[in-house]
Structure formats: structure tokens, C-alpha cells
């Protein structure tokens, strides 16, 4: 395959309802078998989640093509929090390419190329715009994130908006964020310092990419996400969601056996938060432990836990808590717990701020 060829890649279970085709921006590939090739490797990984098997066959086609061995991680690709470092090194690798996400960690072992995976199309981000102006009838300020496949629009986008008389904010790269106006499941640092100058927020992408601002943020925000095509008001998923919350901090007060869960993954791994946060418990008559995992599975820990303290992804207890019998807390979740801050400091501060919530040590 020529480094050139555009790559389609579409959602299949979208594929009746849109009209409309996601393909991938075609420098990239190029950017990528010129930075193989440049570096002299002949063996990579190739790390990618299964929504991105399209754009992964045609960079494992095109490395072939120019002699490089490829070999595939079966592994999971949450995020770029989330590279297999680990399984390339034990497959002699020289080289990872990480399909999908922006660079999340400086990864000192072995070298990453992010292929990011940009949209080539504005059609479905041109087709929320009167959406939106009905949703943001009334708000003059917005600021605006989006996820790392459409920034290659974000001034389009900002223009569009501005047509509709809104004033748009995008703000600088921080924390896990490279881009400007890029936005992540855990990491909003782009958009939360405008909470105090605009009126709303608006994330395109999906719930789960808005949610975590909504936790933190005091302004309303809206998810707008090109595939589904919907536009979310997350107010009142945020209240329900806090409402969960406080109910797993109580039913935490009732458990011994505690196990503070640190992941193996790069852009997880805060062993020093953990061992702090076990000596906390300690302190207060839990019986806690550390506990090493690669993924955070509930049939692998329910059974010797009563509770369990996520410094991994903090995600898994906002989304995924429902998979869990024992209560899943964050670090400053526990620390209400343990009667060492207070619900409405930790709401103050932000329920999954700061990630990964390393200030409940300071």
C-alpha cells in the first residue's frame, strides 16, 4: 500500500445511519514509514484498539511493504496512558507505534511513534452546528476541547461558532495534554482554567470524554459528538454521578480489608501515592495492602478485598464502578472516608481533578 492511501474508518454499527465517511489524514502514514525507515528499525510493535483495526492494517501493511517486521499487541490500548512498552521489549522490538492516541508520557524505555489517527472529514463536526446553536442559545463565552482526531478542525470549528456569535476559548497544552484545545477522559487541563470567563463548556466527543469535566467544572457542559451526532447537557449526569459516589464512600467506612491497586501501565503507575495511601488506612485500623495488576478486573479482586483504592485510572470508578460488588475509590475519596477531608472540600477541589489526585499527600 502506498504511504498515501486514505484509510476509511467508520464505527460499523454507524455504518446504516450516517452519510458520512471518517477517513484518516493522509500525511500520516507517510510521517510514520519515514520515521521507521529514518531510524533504521526492522522489528515494531503495532498497539491499537479494536475500533482503529482498519488504520492498523494499513500501517502494518505499509511497514511491510518497506521490509519492517510487524508484530501485533494483543494487549489493551485504554489510552496514552496506556503503551506496551512491557511486551515490546519481551518481543525484542525497537519500536512502538501507538494507534489512536497523542503522547500521554515520556516513555524512556523504547521509542513511541502516536499515530493519532486525525479525521479527514468536516462534515459531521459542520452538521452539529445548528444542534448547538440551539443548545448554547443565551451564552455569548464557550470554551472548547475536542479529542485528539479532530483537532485538525479546531480553528475551522472555532470559526463556525464565532459565525453564530459566540466568543470561543481554546486553551494551551498542560498537563497529560500536548495540543492546544485537547481534551481526554481524565485530563481537561486545556479547558478548566476558563471555567471562571465563560459561560459553558463544550467538549466534542463523546459523554465519556465530557463527564469528567462536568465532575469538576462549575459551568455547564455540553458533550457534542460527531458520530452519535447528539448534543449532552452533562448537569444532571454530574449530580447523579456524585450522588454514587458519596454512596461508595459510605459503604467503604464498613470494610478491613483493603487493597490499594497500583497499575503496571506507564501512564498509570503511582506506587508512591499507593504506599501513602496504605499507610493512611493503616493508621486507621484498616487492614490494607498494596496490589500490583496490568488491568484493574473485579473477578481477580473482589475475592481477597472488601474495598479497593484506585491510584490507576480514575475512570474506572467513575464509569465502571457498577462492575464492581465493593466500592472502588479514588484517592481523595478515600480521604473523606477516613474522615481526613471533607465531601464538600473534595467537591471544591474537584472530585477527579488533578490526576491522579496526588495533592491528597501535600
Known sequence: MHPNTRVLILDTDLKEDLHWHCGM????????????????????????????????????????GIGVEVISSGSSCWGGCDVASREALTAGCEAIVHVGHAKFIDVKDVPVFYYEA???????????????????????RVSLGMTVQWLDFLERFVNDLKLMGLEVLTGAPGGHL??????????????????????AH???GSVFHGLGLALIARKEVYAADPHTQRITPLSEAA?????????????????KRVGVVVS???????????????????????DAEVVVVDEVRSEELEGRYEALVNTACPRLSIEDQERFRIPLLLPGEVLVAIGELSWE???????????????VMG
Not at 472540600?345 to 495533592?359: D, I, N
Request: with cysteine; aromatic share 10%; glycine share 8%.
Open 264 to 286: 503496571l501501565k506507564p501512564g498509570q503507575r503511582y506506587l508512591g501515592l499507593a504506599r501513602w495511601l496504605r499507610e493512611r488506612l493503616g493508621a486507621r485500623g484498616y
Open 239 to 255: 449530580r447523579r454521578t456524585l450522588m454514587r459516589r458519596y454512596a461508595q464512600i459510605e459503604r467503604f467506612k464498613a470494610a
Open 202 to 204: 463544550l467538549v466534542v
Open 25 to 64: 489524514v493522509e500525511g500520516e502514514l507517510q510521517r510514520l514509514t519515514e520515521w521507521v525507515r529514518s531510524n533504521g528499525y526492522s522489528r515494531v510493535l503495532l498497539q491499537y484498539p479494536p475500533g482503529l483495526r482498519d488504520a492498523a492494517s494499513a500501517i502494518s501493511l505499509a511497514l511491510k
Open 118 to 140: 486525525r479525521y479527514d472529514n468536516y462534515g459531521p463536526l459542520s452538521e452539529l452546528l445548528p444542534k448547538l446553536r440551539e443548545h448554547l442559545t443565551g451564552k455569548s
Open 178 to 199: 500536548v495540543h492546544r484545545g485537547q481534551v481526554l477522559g481524565c485530563d481537561y487541563a486545556t479547558m478548566l482554567p476558563l471555567d471562571s470567563v465563560v459561560d
Open 345 to 359: 472540600e473534595l467537591l471544591r477541589r474537584g472530585l477527579a481533578s488533578t490526576y491522579p489526585q496526588s495533592w
